[in-house]
Structures are given as structure tokens and as C-alpha cells.
């Protein structure tokens, strides 16, 4: 994590994120991340929560993504919209205190950013310095390339994010697979020369992708956009099968979801039958 020099925020009750006292932090570095490009494919997951992130960790996954889709999978909200900054830095935390090595991107929640570079800025800062994030995504690609650059230039790394954007999909053709070549290029190149280290590509056409991957010398984060990025980011709650729907190209590795219900059903037996010592 890069520390703002220029802390912005007024909420006097927020608490700053503080490591475990005695823990060695040595996170992966978002230029550390950068230097992966054109390498093996690395994985990244979400993580909302302590444990969680621990697990991620301990299998080899160190980057981690708090993304706002906790607003569907944890608080249970239909979309993203309604998540709040403070809801980004409480899962921030709680992931950071999972994790030592981990490099954490939190989400930029919508509402955060949009009103002017001072309150993207902001906001920001606080996700690094109340959240303990080592970096912040933002949907977007041209844009919101000044706002990106503003928090470039506070000193905090950022992450881009184009092709479907779930905070504003409503507005135009939904979760269709978006295949606007000169416009994606547009959009990845603007993020890039802004100063983002690294660009998601959600729900691209796998061809422009794999353009997109060559063209930019940053990594590429795909999800639902073929096997050609540099990296690829999933739900961690699709991957582990914890709801009946997922998207199609959300591969499920176990059914996590089935098993808990199985042990609550067994739990809950025992108790009826008096089956406790």
C-alpha cells in the first residue's frame, strides 16, 4: 500500500485499518502485479470477509478483490447500486485482517466517484486508509480517466474497468457480451495512459479481449472474457457454488452451498433428537 500524503477524510469516527500487532506485512505491490504482464496467468478472487480471505490465501490465490457484488452475495441487495462507501471499508478491513501477503483491491462503490475528482479522491483515500486496501478499482474507461488520474496522483494505485460495468449496466444493453471494438480500445487505452496498473475486461467479446491484452502493456483481468487476458477474476461465491444461479461462464469447483445446508440439516437433527452430550 502506497499511504496518502493528503488524508481528506472528515468522518471523525472512522478507525483507520491497523495490521495485527506483530504481524510482518509484506503485501504484493501493485507495480509488483504490473510486472506480471505478458507472464504465467495469475488468478484473483473476491473476498468479503476474514476467513475467506485466509482461505484464498493459504491456496495460492494473492490477489484479492472486495468487490461490490458483496451488495448481491452478502447483504442482499439485487444490484451493486445501493452498497455504500462505508460497506467497502468494513469487508476491507475484514479481509485485511484475514491476510498478510495478499494484495487487496477494494471496489469504488457507486456514488463515490462520479461527483468530481476531489470526492473520487476522497473517497479513496479513505479505502486505503480506513479499509487497509493496497489499491481501488473503478468502473469506467474514458470517461472517468481524469478521475482515475487524480487518485494516480494522490498517490494510491488504481485498477480500470470497462466492458460490462454492473454499477451502470442498467443504463445501456444490460450483461450482453459487449464487442464494440474501437470503442473497448478506446476505453483500455484511456485507462492505461491515466495511470491504472491494471484493467478489468468484464463480459468482453474473447477476441477484442485478447486484442485488448496485446495492445496495453498493463494487465488485463478478464472475467466472461476468454482465456487470452493476463489474469482472470471470478465471484467467489459462484466458483464455490454457494447459490443456485451463476453466470455461464462461472465455472463451479465445488457446491459449497449443498454441503452447508446438508451440515445445518444434520445440526438441527441432532438437536430435535436430543443427540447433544
Known amino acids: 500500500m502506497i499511504p496518502p500524503t493528503n488524508p481528506l477524510s472528515d468522518n471523525a469516527e472512522a478507525r483507520p485499518y491497523v495490521p495485527v500487532k506483530g504481524a510482518t506485512v509484506r503485501r504484493l ?8 504482464k505478458g507472464k504465467s496467468a495469475f488468478p484473483v478472487v473476491t473476498a468479503y470477509d ?36 462505508e460497506d467497502m471499508i468494513h469487508h476491507a478491513q475484514a ?20 461527483v468530481s475528482d ?3 479522491v476522497r473517497s479513496a483515500i479513505r479505502l486505503v486508509k480506513e479499509g487497509g486496501g493496497c489499491s481501488v478499482k473503478m468502473e469506467g474507461g474514458e470517461h472517468v480517466a481524469d478521475r482515475i488520474g487524480a487518485i494516480v496522483g494522490a498517490g494510491i494505485p488504481v485498477v480500470g474497468h470497462i466492458g460490462v460495468t454492473p454499477q451502470t449496466a442498467g443504463l ?23 495511470g491504472a496498473y491494471a484493467v478489468v475486461l468484464e463480459v468482453v467479446d474473447r477476441d ?31 466458483l464455490l457454488g454457494m447459490y443456485p444461479h451463476a453466470p455461464s461462464f462461472a465455472k463451479r469447483y465445488a457446491q459449497v452451498g ?13 438437536v430435535r433428537q436430543h443427540r447433544f452430550p
Open 50 to 85: 476474514a476467513p475467506f480471505g485466509r482461505f484464498a490465501e493459504e491456496a495460492g490465490i494473492d490477489v484479492l478483490l472486495v468487490g461490490d457484488s458483496l451488495g448481491n452475495v452478502v447483504l442482499g441487495y439485487d444490484e451493486t447500486t445501493p452498497v455504500t462507501l
Open 172 to 194: 445501456g444493453p444490460g450483461y450482453k457480451v459487449r464487442s464494440n471494438r474501437e470503442q473497448l480500445l478506446a476505453d483500455a487505452r484511456a485507462v492505461e495512459a491515466a
Open 258 to 270: 449443498d454441503v452447508a445446508t446438508e451440515a445445518l440439516r444434520a445440526y438441527a437433527d441432532d
Open 29 to 36: 505491490t501493485a507495480s509488483a502485479i504490473a510486472r506480471r
Open 208 to 238: 477484442i479481449a485478447a486484442e485488448i491484452t496485446q495492445t496495453l502493456a498493463i494487465p488485463t483481468i478478464g472475467i466472461g472474457a476468454g482465456p487470452h487476458c493476463d489474469a482472470q477474476v471470478l465471484v467467489l461465491y459462484d
Open 118 to 120: 476531489e470526492d473520487a
Open 95 to 114: 479481509v485485511c485482517r484475514g491476510t498478510s501477503r495478499a494484495h487487496v483491491m477494494v471496489d469504488m462503490p457507486f456514488g463515490s466517484y462520479q
